[in-house]
């Protein structure tokens, strides 16, 4: 197995070689606009209200901040707490989760950029705890950790909240695009793909040479965050420039993930967001993630298309999807467009 440093926090790592991203992944932090008019929706509106704000938000920024959502505050504090206790722990009780094999099931993974020049993986200032969360009931857990000894208990009472979110979105935004009520939960299938990432970022001597996460798109559907309050961290790009959300007390943040965007013909968007770190405080933030079962097939959604809007995607099955996706490691990854009509990339 490759041997890399590990963030032994609370003693931030020191920058080294290994950390210091290419020129061209530098986040450049002078240089960062600041969104004050990320959309914010609130559950609380009227449903017509409701609908129209997660359509403007989809369509024009791919992310939006949800408030009144209906999850009780101190779980969603102690969900940031049982994760930062988790990777505070000392290296020796973390090791064994330690994977070198992207999204395995409870484990933990360094994201990297490959430097194209060296062929050098150049690791990510953050860690990252991978799992599923299927079953909802209780089982699901025996991956996760069992120090602190609340982790179990304490993500499976938020992960039972998020799911019954998750529905409440998954009908409203089928309703934005036209379409009936339960038109997304159907698509989804019978199993859908339930995953789940804790990530944390420790405090960072240089924030200028490096990432926490690199920038990416969500792959699944749809992705509910919850981050820590009080710091910046996760930018958004739009128009070509990076903008910095400042989390607004209390919201979980929502973002529209790649199949979205092809099952939608690309009115709504999927849009490249990273994280930055910082050299005073840690970051911890928590991503639930909801896409189609593995075998699903996925193309834009029939009711959406007319000789005005042809589809912009040939149909994939998810399978086909991950293996573009893993060809694509360490990249800045383009996979759905790998699967666009006339793309000249098509296969
Ligand atoms: C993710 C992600 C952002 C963050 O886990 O996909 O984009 O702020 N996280 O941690
Ligand atoms: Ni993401």
């Known amino acids: 197995m490759t041997t890399f440093q590990w963030a032994n926090d609370p003693n931030p790592l020191s920058i080294t070689p290994k950390f210091i991203v290419p020129d061209e992944n530098k986040p450049n932090l002078t240089?960062?606009?600041?969104?004050?008019?990320?959309?914010?929706?609130?559950?609380?509106?009227?449903?017509?209200?409701?609908?129209?704000?997660?359509?403007?938000?989809?369509?024009?920024?791919?992310f939006f901040q949800l408030i009144n959502?209906?999850?009780?505050?101190?779980?969603?504090?102690?969900?940031?707490?049982?994760?930062?206790?988790?990777?505070?722990?000392?290296?020796?009780?973390?090791?064994?989760?330690?994977?070198v094999t992207h999204m395995e099931d409870g484990k933990l993974f360094k994201y990297y950029i490959k430097?194209?020049?060296?062929?050098?993986?150049?690791?990510?200032?953050?860690?990252?705890?991978?799992?599923?969360?299927?079953?909802?009931?209780?089982?699901?857990?025996?991956?996760?950790?069992?120090?602190?000894?609340?982790?179990?208990?304490?993500?499976?009472?938020?992960?039972?909240?998020?799911?019954?979110?998750?529905?409440?979105?998954?009908?409203?935004?089928?309703?934005?695009?036209?379409?009936?009520?339960?038109?997304?939960?159907?698509?989804?299938?019978?199993?859908?793909?339930?995953?789940?990432?804790?990530?944390?970022?420790?405090?960072?001597?240089?924030?200028?040479?490096?990432?926490g996460l690199r920038d990416h798109t969500d792959i699944n559907?749809?992705?509910?965050?919850?981050?820590?309050?009080?710091?910046?961290?996760?930018?958004?790009?739009?128009?070509?420039k990076w903008f910095e959300i400042d989390p607004v007390p209390g919201a979980l943040i929502v973002n529209v993930a790649d199949q979205l965007q092809v099952l939608s013909n690309d009115k709504y968007k999927s849009v490249q967001h990273r994280a930055v770190t910082n050299d005073t405080k840690k970051r911890t933030s928590f991503a639930v993630f909801i896409g189609p079962e593995e075998h699903g097939f996925v193309g834009p959604i029939q009711e959406l298309l007319d000789e005005n809007n042809p589809p912009k995607y040939r149909n994939y099955t998810i399978d086909e999807f991950m293996r573009e996706y893993r060809n694509q490691e360490g990249k800045r990854r383009m996979v759905k467009e790998f699967f666009k009509i006339d793309s000249g990339v098509n296969k």
């Not at 209906?70 to 989760?97: A, Q, S, W």
């Open 31 to 62: 240089n960062i606009s600041h969104l004050d008019s990320i959309p914010i929706v609130d559950m609380n509106n009227d449903h017509e209200v409701l609908i129209h704000d997660i359509s403007r938000a989809c369509e024009e920024y791919g």
């Open 69 to 99: 959502h209906g999850i009780p505050k101190d779980l969603c504090e102690n969900v940031l707490e049982v994760i930062t206790e988790f990777f505070h722990l000392p290296y020796e009780d973390k090791v064994d989760m330690l994977s």
């Open 115 to 211: 430097d194209e020049k060296t062929k050098e993986k150049i690791f990510m200032w953050g860690e990252a705890l991978f799992h599923t969360w299927h079953p909802v009931d209780v089982r699901f857990v025996q991956n996760l950790p069992t120090i602190p000894p609340s982790y179990r208990k304490v993500v499976a009472t938020y992960i039972k909240e998020v799911a019954s979110l998750i529905t409440q979105l998954l009908s409203l935004i089928s309703q934005s695009l036209g379409l009936d009520e339960d038109y997304l939960q159907r698509r989804l299938g019978e199993n859908p793909k339930r995953t789940a990432q804790a990530n944390y970022y420790p405090p960072c001597p240089n924030p200028d040479l490096t990432l």
């Open 221 to 240: 559907i749809l992705t509910i965050l919850l981050a820590d309050e009080g710091v910046t961290g996760l930018q958004v790009l739009k128009a070509e």
